[in-house]
């Protein structure tokens, strides 16, 4: 059973930033896949961002492309997601979560393993 513990949410004005860490119980953690999910209100849980194990391959979905970067730090079992030029339709609550394939999927289906969310909230 892998825990995944998120910080890093907050309040902030639109076009600032956050970053956003996440950080797993195991040393298994450099084999999965990690991914960053949001939840809006009244909204489903959607994709944001992923990469693979090594941190090679990355992927984001076409709403943050350009603004957020992930990245991974597999000696500190952490996975980051730094969101720049922050938007009000950015907030929502902010998950990382972890699949055992390695890839960095895009589908919630695919993980495994979830963090219990942080907020983020951006004001116009």
């Known amino acids: 059973q892998v825990q995944l513990v998120e910080r890093g949410g907050g309040l902030v004005q639109a076009g600032g930033s956050l970053r956003l860490s996440c950080t797993a119980s195991e040393r298994t953690f450099s084999t999965y896949g990690m991914g960053w999910f949001r939840q809006a209100p009244g909204k489903e849980r959607e994709f944001v961002a992923a990469?693979?194990?090594?941190?090679?391959?990355?992927y984001y979905a076409d709403s943050v492309e350009g603004r957020f970067t992930i990245s991974r730090d597999n000696a500190k079992d952490t996975v980051y997601l730094q969101m720049n030029s922050l938007k009000p339709e950015d907030t929502a609550v902010y998950y990382c979560?972890?699949?055992?394939w390695g890839i960095g999927n895009y589908g919630v289906n695919d993980y495994v393993y979830w963090g219990q969310g942080t907020q983020v909230t951006v004001s116009s």
């Open positions: 990469i693979s194990w090594s941190g090679d391959s990355t």
């Open positions: 979560a972890a699949e055992p």
